[in-house]
């Protein structure tokens, strides 16, 4: 019994001191559970902490880098502002000093869109008519150029047909082509549009012609593999990779169009930023002459940067 009680006794020991350190390693596990768990807690609001750092460092660096821009543009203005100012002082005002013509200029936007009768409208009512008149020739130039640009682009041999064409016509003067638009249309105002038309197709025609045949010879022999269809391969390659090019046509195409806008109202006498600037001519008040060149400038620049914007946002990103 005693043997039997001391040998229970042993087995209850040893139990016990096998339970012990089965405790001992939960305990340990579980300390090292907690201590990873908190660890990964800490982690945590580290990474935010990081990302929104980040966040401030890019925005900061997009304020800067717009400051930088803005400010140069300021010293850019000034140092043309001096310039102005120099030449008026040059010419003992005959050529009206920056002062004389902004204060013009601000009359003239205070009421933009009188209407007088034909010949006394304001000059946000001349704008649209020009803006419009641009837009119509331009696009009806863009339907045009982008096809032709691909079939060049695309077709050797039609390249060989078109691209000695282009050439040829591409270097005429707008103002000539004025008395064939007058001919066919017998119309100044489409023949105004025709000009725009004429003159914007070349910039988009050679660029997008340039685009189709600079697409790589891979991204071909992955079409001729996969079994592409001819719509497959024009929506999936062949505009995709050539639209940046096509966008920088246009946007090419867009300020020759309202180059030409001017000369084509001058000519054609319909109401239009043009025609305001021939009539204050006329009417002697270079204030409002240079205020429709400001303007024009303007309305140029906000083209630009609009096809920029967008030529930006179709263009590849390394």
């Given at each position: 019994m005693v043997q039997k009680d001391g040998g229970g006794a042993t087995t209850f020991y040893k139990r016990k001191i096998v339970n012990t350190l089965n405790l001992d390693e939960m305990s340990e596990t579980e300390t090292l559970t907690m201590t990873e768990s908190e660890n990964v807690e800490s982690a945590i609001p580290l990474k935010e902490e990081t990302q929104k750092e980040n966040k401030m460092k890019?925005?900061?660096?997009?304020?800067?880098?717009?400051?930088?821009?803005?400010?140069?543009?300021?010293?850019?203005?000034?140092?043309?502002?001096?310039?102005?100012?120099?030449?008026?002082?040059?010419?003992?005002?005959?050529?009206?000093?920056?002062?004389?013509?902004?204060?013009?200029?601000?009359?003239?936007?205070?009421?933009p869109f009188y209407d007088y009768g034909p010949n006394d409208k304001g000059i946000g009512l001349l704008l649209v008519a020009s803006v419009g008149t641009v837009l119509s020739g331009f696009l009806i130039g863009s339907v045009v150029a982008i096809p032709l640009g691909i079939l060049m682009g695309a077709s050797k041999t039609f390249k060989q047909i078109l691209y000695p064409l282009v050439q040829l016509l591409k270097p005429v003067s707008p103002l000539a082509w004025f008395p064939i638009g007058l001919v066919v249309f017998k119309d100044t105002g489409m023949a105004t549009i025709f000009i725009?038309?004429?003159?914007?197709?070349?910039?988009?025609?050679?660029?997008?012609?340039?685009?189709?045949?600079?697409?790589?010879?891979?991204?071909?022999?992955?079409?001729?593999?996969?079994?592409?269809?001819?719509?497959?391969?024009?929506?999936?390659?062949?505009?995709?990779?050539?639209?940046?090019?096509?966008?920088?046509?246009?946007?090419?195409?867009?300020?020759?169009?309202?180059?030409?806008?001017?000369?084509?109202?001058?000519l054609s006498g319909a109401s239009g930023i043009g025609f305001f600037v021939w009539d204050s001519w006329n009417a002697l008040s270079l204030e409002k002459v240079i205020s429709a060149i400001l303007i024009i400038g303007i309305v140029g620049l906000l083209f630009d940067k609009l096809f920029t914007f967008i030529e930006n946002k179709v263009s590849y990103k390394a």
């Open positions: 890019y925005y900061l660096s997009i304020v800067i880098d717009k400051s930088k821009s803005l400010f140069f543009a300021c010293i850019g203005l000034l140092l043309f502002g001096g310039f102005w100012s120099f030449m008026s002082s040059y010419t003992e005002n005959e050529l009206p000093g920056p002062v004389a013509t902004l204060t013009v200029m601000q009359e003239m936007l205070s009421d725009v038309f004429i003159t914007s197709l070349w910039s988009t025609v050679i660029n997008t012609s340039f685009g189709i045949g600079s697409i790589p010879q891979d991204h071909k022999n992955v079409a001729k593999a996969f079994g592409f269809s001819k719509w497959r391969y024009l929506t999936k390659i062949l505009i995709p990779f050539s639209l940046p090019h096509i966008i920088t046509g246009l946007r090419l195409s867009i300020g020759v169009a309202w180059l030409v806008i001017v000369a084509g109202e001058m």
